[in-house]
């Protein structure tokens, strides 16, 4: 596990018995690993690209030499001008397609509220990531208000040129080690990807007791979490993703998966549309920052490329497209 506010933040995701109190994190009892990712040749230890590299080989080889998925829990990121272009983005999706059982699980930044301010790596489509909710427990608990529903935090990173974040989780809670910072009450995403990270290990660990030896691709499993996530009405998804995570709905989803052997089935694909901050005028969005020269008569396409087609003549989908927006009509609205 890597984590700015380690101890924290591993308290969320896997304590067990805090305080010989019964107070347990989201995966009571998972195996932990502390990785450093700071350089002491720098003021305040400062992260370096070169150290977080590292860290994620490391986590890559111990999945590999004892053949067990590793999640790594990375609460750490920094603002990304160009989303899914940094040199640490480009290597996670090598390391990532060369090993499908390290799971990523990442903060989507505290940038918002401000459109397309996703962070590095969180703006990867290889790693998962989440936005930070204030739920209404700890509001009333930790801050003395009483919110009407669960409320994403207002610095929580929005989506825009990428479909980030993933989902929206707890990110507001007091810590499992009061005195380390002056005090004990936290929130921002940093919290919220350990209590995604958290609900990951639950579900590997439950399809593992109910289905012996079955191994989940990390693209597999992030669908089913974003499936299973509960979504708002409040929100937009740019603001939350798939939703609220919820892992019980998560948990029936990939029992359904399993048994109807979609592992097997499992497909991916790459969506790109015009957006002209990009280099290349290309995102996984169509994202136009400043609309005010649209006449309303402007044509966009969106291209969907299967990421692991294999040529066959007996190859044949159906996609039917839809919009939730109703000032963007579809021309069409199925595509073979």
Request: hydrophobic share 35%; with cysteine; charged share 20%.
């Given at each position: 596990?890597?984590?700015?506010?380690?101890?924290?933040?591993?308290?969320?995701?896997?304590?067990?018995?805090?305080?010989?109190?019964?107070?347990?994190?989201?995966?009571?009892?998972?195996?932990?690993?502390?990785?450093?990712?700071?350089?002491?040749?720098?003021?305040?230890?400062?992260?370096?690209?070169?150290?977080?590299?590292?860290?994620?080989l490391y986590a890559d080889k111990i999945s590999r030499e004892m053949k067990v998925?590793?999640?790594?829990?990375?609460?750490?990121?920094?603002?990304?001008?160009?989303?899914?272009?940094?040199?640490l983005e480009k290597f996670l999706a090598d390391l990532l397609t060369k090993n499908?059982?390290?799971?990523?699980?990442?903060?989507?930044?505290?940038?918002?509220?401000?459109?397309?301010?996703?962070?590095?790596?969180?703006?990867?489509?290889?790693?998962?990531?989440?936005?930070?909710?204030?739920?209404?427990?700890?509001?009333?608990?930790?801050?003395?208000?009483?919110?009407?529903?669960?409320?994403?935090?207002?610095?929580?990173?929005?989506?825009?040129?990428?479909?980030?974040?993933?989902?929206?989780?707890?990110?507001?809670?007091?810590?499992?080690?009061?005195?380390?910072?002056?005090?004990?009450?936290?929130?921002?995403?940093?919290?919220?990807?350990?209590?995604?990270?958290?609900?990951?290990?639950?579900?590997?660990?439950?399809?593992?007791?109910?289905?012996?030896?079955?191994?989940?691709?990390?693209?597999?499993?992030?669908?089913?979490?974003?499936?299973?996530?509960?979504?708002?009405?409040?929100?937009?998804?740019?603001?939350?993703?798939?939703?609220?995570?919820?892992?019980?709905?998560?948990?029936?989803?990939?029992?359904?998966?399993?048994?109807?052997?979609?592992?097997?089935?499992?497909?991916?694909?790459?969506?790109?549309?015009?957006?002209?901050?990009?280099?290349?005028?290309?995102?996984?969005?169509?994202?136009?920052?400043?609309?005010?020269?649209?006449?309303?008569?402007?044509?966009?396409?969106?291209?969907?490329?299967?990421?692991?087609?294999?040529?066959?003549?007996?190859?044949?989908?159906?996609?039917?497209?839809?919009?939730?927006?109703?000032?963007?009509?579809?021309?069409?609205?199925?595509?073979?």
């Amino acid at each position: 596990m890597m984590a700015q506010d380690g101890t924290h933040c591993a308290g969320i995701a896997a304590g067990c018995n805090i305080g010989d109190a019964g107070i347990n994190g989201v995966a009571p009892g998972a195996k932990v690993i502390g990785l450093k990712l700071g350089n002491n040749n720098y003021p305040g230890g400062a992260t370096v690209t070169e150290s977080m590299k590292k860290a994620y080989l490391y986590a890559d080889k111990i999945s590999r030499e004892m053949k067990v998925p590793c999640i790594v829990s990375m609460s750490f990121g920094v603002g990304s001008e160009i989303e899914a272009r940094s040199e640490l983005e480009k290597f996670l999706a090598d390391l990532l397609t060369k090993n499908p059982y390290l799971y990523v699980s990442t903060s989507n930044g505290n940038n918002g509220p401000g459109i397309s301010s996703a962070g590095l790596p969180s703006s990867s489509s290889f790693v998962f990531s989440s936005g930070a909710v204030l739920t209404q427990e700890i509001a009333r608990d930790n801050y003395g208000n009483l919110l009407p529903y669960n409320m994403l935090l207002h610095f929580s990173s929005r989506g825009g040129e990428v479909s980030k974040p993933d989902v929206i989780s707890p990110g507001a809670c007091t810590s499992t080690v009061p005195n380390f910072s002056g005090g004990d009450k936290f929130w921002g995403t940093s919290m919220a990807c350990p209590y995604t990270s958290g609900v990951m290990a639950l579900l590997l660990s439950a399809a593992e007791k109910e289905f012996p030896g079955v191994k989940i691709p990390s693209q597999l499993l992030f669908k089913v979490i974003r499936e299973g996530a509960v979504k708002r009405d409040e929100y937009t998804p740019i603001d939350q993703g798939g939703g609220y995570i919820n892992v019980i709905n998560s948990y029936e989803i990939l029992k359904k998966y399993l048994k109807n052997n979609e592992i097997s089935k499992f497909e991916t694909y790459t969506v790109s549309s015009f957006a002209p901050n990009q280099p290349d005028n290309r995102s996984r969005n169509l994202y136009i920052r400043d609309g005010s020269f649209l006449t309303g008569d402007e044509v966009f396409s969106f291209n969907v490329k299967r990421d692991n087609l294999v040529k066959s003549d007996k190859f044949y989908r159906v996609y039917n497209l839809k919009c939730d927006a109703d000032w963007l009509p579809l021309f069409r609205k199925k595509l073979t």
